[in-house]
């Protein structure tokens, strides 16, 4: 069973970057995946999180509409579109799967996810 995060790399202020999170030994349907960041020296705050029923989407604040989060299923991925990035928005970047439906609604809570995914770095920079 595996979650494997991938897409990060070195973007200017304003560019753009799509995250992937592929699932792997297990059937990502029947789950709600969320995106979380770690930026230096800060705590892990949640990004997005996109349900496994009706793919409700969920945001944090700060994406102020710059993100979108969405999932295709027959391909075992979900993807983590970023736009207009800013150095801000520089961390670690990592998926988490959990089997609930409604884990969204409190995505960014302590209860244990099932499965965390290895993260992938995104460094926006001039």
């Known amino acids: 069973v595996q979650l494997q995060a991938s897409g990060g790399g070195l973007v200017q202020p304003g560019g753009s970057l799509r995250l992937s999170c592929v699932a792997s030994?297990?059937?990502?349907?029947?789950?709600?995946i969320a995106w979380f960041r770690r930026a230096p020296g800060k705590e892990r705050e949640g990004v997005a999180c996109?349900?496994?029923?009706?793919?409700?989407?969920y945001y944090a604040d700060f994406v102020s509409g710059r993100f979108n989060i969405s999932r295709d299923n027959a391909k075992k991925a979900v993807y983590l579109r970023m736009n207009s990035l800013t150095p801000e928005d520089t961390a670690l970047y990592f998926c988490?799967?959990?089997?609930?439906?409604?884990?969204?609604?409190?995505?960014?809570?302590?209860?244990?996810?099932?499965?965390w995914g290895r993260g992938t770095l995104v460094t926006v920079s001039s």
């Open positions: 988490a799967a959990d089997r609930s439906s409604v884990r969204c609604l409190h995505y960014t809570d302590s209860h244990p996810y099932h499965y």
């Open positions: 030994g297990f059937t990502l349907d029947y789950y709600s």
């Open positions: 996109i349900s496994s029923v009706e793919d409700s989407t």
